[in-house]
């Protein structure tokens, strides 16, 4: 059907005439401007799906095998360099953005109150080395002379104990000497009983020898004997006086001896006596010597004091020792010096300024860098440490940096955030997370400029 079959029947009168008039003039039938776009809808179609095919399944296949994101940027160690005493600056050695090495001087501050305080320690460290030294010497002059009076004061107790034991001996023998002289009195008087008993039979003897002598010497005239048998009578007469006078000497010599035995008990009951004393005075000197044995319990104490004052000197020389130590850190630490290399930034300093302990001076960033980037949680189904990783970086698309996954952050972003969010608040909505990739480089170009931390980038690790 045409636009001609379309148009109304014509109408009688001039307005059907003027009507007729505006009407394009017939001619042979051509294709209408809807059909014309359907071509144009249809054609267009089906080069977006071929278009969509050849480079839909490539980027599907693509991305099935990599994961991406431009939620990345370049992090190196960042070192804040901060004093440890408080002070006033005197140099500042280092410029913003200047490199230097690790033990590079980058400032120094005023070391003078420092300083004095070491000084002010080590006079009073000599001082009391002094008196710990006198305190040595007085508790060794102590225990010296302690040691020796308790020495004497032992050997006097043992010298006492061994005289009292002397004197004992002593009594003991006097005892026995009194026994002996008692047992000499009784034998000398057994003695003298046996001399008068001899002395009485050689009296006898003697006088029977003198009657036979006389009677026989009267019968020599009658001739009833011989003058030979006179003599031996008279002989006979004169030995049995001889005995007398020798027996009579002996019964005077046994009670010589009598006497003298009696003067021998009495001598003995003397040594009694005498070492009885000896006893009484060797008790005294061993309860004097061990009375002083036992007062050394008080040079022990003093002992113990000087042990104690020594104590206390060298706890007070250690203190002082810390605190010297302490002291002579402190002026150390008025040099501060680069603990690692890299580049000085935000240095916030200059000579004169008075800082704190703590206070930042500056930063020291190092030259090892690497890429965090911020992967979605659905990108790290397959992704694993040792993947390797392409990097390009915004500021450098001339260069393509190769590297590969370190590490994977153990949460996500946010639940390390200052505000990790709180779902269980009935106003939930899920969102996709995000979880920070560690990426190392392998081997940075040596042409490429410097590497900055804080710089955007887009890392593609290789997941398949």
């Known amino acids: 059907m045409t636009q001609t079959d379309l148009q109304p029947a014509p109408q009688s009168g001039s307005g059907e005439t003027f009507r007729s008039t505006q009407r394009p003039p017939q001619g042979p039938a051509t294709p209408t401007k809807n059909g014309n776009r359907k071509k144009v809808f249809l054609i267009g179609g089906c ?7 050849v480079f839909g399944i ?11 994101t ?4 370049i ?18 050695n280092v410029l913003d953005n200047q490199y230097v090495k690790k033990g590079t001087l980058l400032l120094t501050l005023d070391p003078r109150p420092y300083a004095d305080k070491v000084a002010m320690l080590e006079a009073e460290l000599e001082k009391a080395q002094a008196e710990e030294a006198g305190s040595q010497y007085q508790l060794a002059l102590t225990r010296q002379r302690a040691t020796a009076a308790l020495d004497q004061a032992k050997a006097g107790v043992q010298i006492a104990s061994a005289t009292v034991a002397s004197a004992a001996a002593g009594v003991s023998q006097a005892h026995s000497g009194l026994a002996q002289a008692k047992a000499t009195v009784a034998s000398a008087i057994a003695n003298v009983a046996r001399a008068r008993a001899d002395l009485a039979s050689a ?46 000497k002996t019964l005077l010599a046994k009670i010589a001896m009598v006497t003298q035995a009696h003067a021998g008990i009495l001598a003995a009951e003397a040594q009694i006596q005498a070492a009885k004393a000896v006893v009484r005075q060797a008790n005294a000197q061993l309860t004097q010597a061990r009375a002083n044995e036992a007062a050394f319990d008080v040079v022990s104490q003093q002992v113990g004091q000087k042990t104690s004052d020594v104590s206390s000197s060298q706890a007070a020389i250690k203190q002082l020792r810390a605190q010297l130590a302490l002291a002579k850190l402190n002026v150390s630490y008025c040099r501060i010096d ?18 704190s302990v703590g206070q930042s001076l500056l930063n020291i960033v190092s030259r090892q860098t690497w890429v965090v980037a911020n992967f979605k949680e659905t990108d790290l189904t397959h992704m694993k440490p040792g993947d390797p990783a392409t990097i390009t970086v915004d500021a450098y698309p001339q260069f393509t940096f190769h590297g590969y996954v370190q590490s994977i952050q153990a949460g996500s972003g946010a639940a390390f955030s200052l505000l990790p969010p709180e779902n269980a608040t009935g106003n939930f909505v899920k969102v996709v997370q995000r979880i920070p990739v560690k990426i190392l480089f392998r081997h940075l170009p040596k042409n490429v400029p410097y590497l900055a931390t804080g710089m955007s980038c887009e890392p593609e690790v290789k997941v398949r």
């Open 47 to 53: 080069i977006f799906l071929v278009l969509g095919l």
């Open 58 to 68: 490539p980027y599907y296949i693509h991305s099935m095998h990599y994961a991406s």
């Open 70 to 73: 431009d939620d990345a940027y």
């Open 75 to 92: 992090r190196a160690h960042i070192t804040a360099v901060a004093p440890r005493v408080a002070q006033q600056i005197l140099t500042v």
């Open 203 to 248: 009296i006898a003897t003697s006088q029977r020898a003198n009657s036979d002598y006389h009677r026989y010497r009267g019968l020599v005239k009658t001739g009833d004997v011989t003058p030979f048998e006179v003599d031996t009578y008279r002989a006979a007469a004169i030995t049995a006086a001889a005995r007398v006078l020798a027996a009579r």
């Open 338 to 355: 680069a603990p690692v290399s890299g580049y000085v930034t935000k240095k916030a300093i200059e000579p004169g300024d008075y800082v």
